[in-house]
Nanobody, 123 residues
Framework: QVQLEESGGGLVQAGGSLRLSCAAS????????MGWFRQTPEKVRAFVAF????????VYADSVKGRFTISRDNAKNEVHLQMNNLQPEDTALYYC????????????????WGQGTQVTVSS
């Protein structure tokens, strides 16, 4: 298991930006793909973005494509989510997670999760 800790959430006006970070423990971070998911009280945990172990491949949910960018720094055991042009519908608790090989959009394919960081976008 790996420990994951998200940070960087907050309150922002529509059109604003936030950068989420996820710090991972352990020495095998660079061996795994990483993902971001988000969850509201009304919905299941929804896929946001994925990055493969070396950072060369990224996948995004259609709802965030062109606005969000996932990146990673394997030297620092960190993964980031740059969120631009935020909208009220982006309001959610954002989680980072470690992926097992398989379907990157499926939350059941992730074996370690952080506690989440809240993002609230006001209109």
């Amino acid at each position: 298991q790996v420990q994951l800790e998200e940070s960087g959430g907050g309150l922002v006006q529509a059109g604003g930006s936030l950068r989420l970070s996820c710090a991972a423990s352990g020495r095998t971070f660079s061996n795994y793909g990483m993902g971001w998911f988000r969850q509201t009280p009304e919905k299941v945990r929804a896929f946001v973005a994925f990055i493969n172990p070396n950072g060369g491949t990224t996948v995004y949910a259609d709802s965030v494509k062109g606005r969000f960018t996932i990146s990673r720094d394997n030297a620092k055991n960190e993964v980031h989510l740059q969120m631009n042009n935020l909208q009220p519908e982006d309001t959610a608790l954002y989680y980072c997670a470690r992926a097992r090989p398989g379907l990157v959009r499926d939350s059941s394919n992730y074996d370690s999760w952080g506690q989440g960081t809240q993002v609230t976008v006001s209109s």
